[in-house]
């Protein structure tokens, strides 16, 4: 379900997916000491769980094998129901070879990989193609709470995009109709290349799908390739993992995965209902929604005209153009008197 979350979260955040690579890579075995990571870090980052160290160890040791000291055999021990083989090792061997951490220290990593180790998971695929230019997609990521705001404009919906942090890496969102999450972006290449062609997202999500209100724990990989002069093939494939059997047959079902790609579909249309109308030369939305007329959207909208004209964008361009802006902004303190200073002195 949390998937079903990210997936929509993500996309309204301003659309993006894509073409997931699949090969896998060979390991050589490491063996992680402990002064490197500590049993005492390794519980804290589990949270003391017993199951989720065995998950994590376990799953490092299988699959890539990779050993850390601070587990001992039990948690290395497999779990008997998983079968550890390429299809169950693929996102492991893909997060590692898009240029994912595997220092526990940093950030989400081992919440990610302690998922990963888990016995029950659902994936769910969906693609299709958006009508947006590299520069222009890379623009609305850049400000996802104008690109809710812009959507929102167009089409009179309820999405929100709002950032977290300074450095714009977590976020949360919402559809407004019973789907929202919280989310961090992992990976915004693919080990250096393709920059926001290539992406990883792990979040929470929480929604409502048919008569079941679901929350969990999703990683997905939301890629995208340039195919015409403004269109964009899109991929997203999602790992969401259900805290338990009964939740797992759930996800599992036909009918369950039907309602989640319609859900992203909605999302899908939405933004290129809200990107034609944009293109078609329809501005009146920007001029009358009481959002947009705020100084920080009009900023905005008058940089994402000079994009759709052609002007480059680059992934933390937002965040940069905002550092300079505040220190514009911050009073200017008096240099120092260059006057030569009158003493007192006494002459008697």
């Given at each position: 379900?949390?998937?079903?979350?990210?997936?929509?979260?993500?996309?309204?955040?301003?659309?993006?997916?894509?073409?997931?690579?699949?090969?896998?890579?060979?390991?050589?075995?490491?063996?992680?000491?402990?002064?490197?990571?500590?049993?005492?870090?390794?519980?804290?980052?589990?949270?003391?769980?017993?199951?989720?160290?065995?998950?994590?160890?376990?799953?490092?040791?299988?699959?890539?094998?990779?050993?850390?000291?601070?587990?001992?055999?039990?948690?290395?021990?497999?779990?008997?129901?998983?079968?550890?083989?390429?299809?169950?090792?693929?996102?492991?061997?893909?997060?590692?070879?898009?240029?994912?951490?595997?220092d526990i220290n940093k950030p989400m990593v081992a919440d990610v990989f302690l998922r990963l180790g888990r016995q029950y998971r659902a994936i769910y695929s969906s693609e299709g193609t958006l009508p947006l230019k590299v520069n222009e997609i890379t623009f609305l990521f850049d400000?996802?709470?104008?690109?809710?705001?812009?959507?929102?404009?167009?089409?009179?919906?309820?999405?929100?995009?709002?950032?977290?942090?300074?450095?714009?890496?977590?976020?949360?969102?919402?559809?407004?109709?019973?789907?929202?999450?919280?989310?961090?972006?992992?990976?915004?290449?693919?080990?250096?290349?393709?920059?926001?062609?290539?992406?990883?997202?792990?979040?929470?999500?929480?929604?409502?799908?048919?008569?079941?209100?679901?929350?969990?724990?999703?990683?997905?990989?939301l890629d995208m390739d340039v195919v015409g002069p403004r269109t964009l093939k899109y991929k997203l494939t999602a790992y969401v993992f259900p805290a338990n059997s009964v939740l797992n047959s759930i996800m599992q079902l036909r009918v369950f995965k039907s309602v989640v790609n319609?859900?992203?579909?909605?999302?899908?249309?939405?933004?290129?209902?809200?990107?034609?109308?944009?293109?078609?030369?329809?501005?009146?939305?920007?001029?009358?929604?009481?959002?947009?007329?705020?100084?920080?959207?009009?900023?905005?909208?008058?940089?994402?005209?000079?994009?759709?004209?052609?002007?480059?964008?680059?992934?933390?361009?937002?965040?940069?153009?905002?550092?300079?802006?505040?220190?514009?902004?911050?009073?200017?303190?008096?240099?120092?008197?260059?006057?030569?200073?009158?003493?007192?002195?006494?002459?008697?």
């Open positions: 379900m949390q998937s079903r979350n990210l997936h929509i979260s993500f996309l309204s955040v301003c659309i993006v997916v894509v073409l997931a690579l699949g090969t896998s890579l060979s390991y050589a075995a490491k063996s992680i000491p402990s002064s490197e990571v500590s049993r005492k870090t390794l519980l804290k980052k589990m949270h003391n769980k017993d199951e989720d160290v065995r998950s994590f160890c376990s799953g490092m040791y299988k699959c890539l094998d990779i050993k850390y000291e601070a587990c001992t055999e039990a948690d290395m021990k497999p779990w008997p129901k998983i079968n550890y083989d390429e299809e169950f090792c693929g996102p492991y061997k893909e997060i590692v070879k898009r240029g994912f951490s595997l400000n996802m709470p104008f690109t809710a705001d812009l959507i929102n404009a167009y089409l009179e919906s309820e999405y929100t995009l709002e950032y977290n942090s300074h450095d714009r890496r977590y976020f949360s969102g919402s559809n407004g109709h019973g789907l929202s999450g919280d989310f961090y972006w992992a990976l915004q290449d693919s080990a250096g290349t393709k920059t926001m062609l290539r992406n990883m997202f792990f979040g929470y999500g929480y929604a409502q799908i048919l008569k079941w209100s679901l929350k969990g724990t999703a990683v997905a990989f319609s859900k992203i579909d909605d999302v899908v249309n939405d933004i290129k209902k809200a990107s034609s109308m944009y293109y078609g030369g329809n501005r009146r939305p920007l001029t009358t929604n009481a959002k947009l007329r705020t100084p920080e959207n009009q900023r905005h909208i008058a940089e994402f005209d000079k994009v759709v004209s052609g002007a480059p964008w680059k992934l933390g361009d937002g965040v940069r153009l905002e550092r300079s802006m505040m220190e514009l902004s911050k009073p200017k303190t008096a240099p120092a008197s260059t006057e030569p200073v009158e003493k007192n002195i006494n002459k008697d």
